[in-house]
């Protein structure tokens, strides 16, 4: 009997962490929601809105360029990464205003 207490309880407890851990990312992501419901009103916001949104944007592209053939592979990364340098030159330019 106390065997199968012990199991009861270690399955209780399994299904409570699993669950919590779950819970975590759609907790971060609904503050995530929330922080880009509010509008950036700073030029220091609105820089770092740009650069993460640049950065963001290059690791997408990077990541499509490497599900393509070798040959254009290289081209396509050429491309990223000239987006990447112009995106990151406009948000320089919010901070020069």
């Known amino acids: ?54 950065g963001g944007g290059y690791k997408l592209y990077l990541e499509e360029c490497a599900s393509m053939a070798a040959a254009e592979r290289t081209a396509c990364r050429r491309e990223a990464k000239a987006v990447y340098d112009r995106d990151m030159a406009a948000a320089r330019q919010i901070l020069r205003k």
């Not at 012990?6 to 819970?23: C, D, E, G, P, R």
């Open 1 to 54: 009997m106390p065997t199968k207490l012990s199991i009861f309880l270690v399955s209780a407890w399994l299904l409570v962490s699993a669950s919590a851990v779950l819970a975590q990312p759609a907790a971060m992501e609904d503050r995530l929601l929330e922080r880009g419901a509010v509008e950036d009103t700073t030029p220091q916001q609105k820089y770092r809105t740009a650069i993460n949104e640049a």
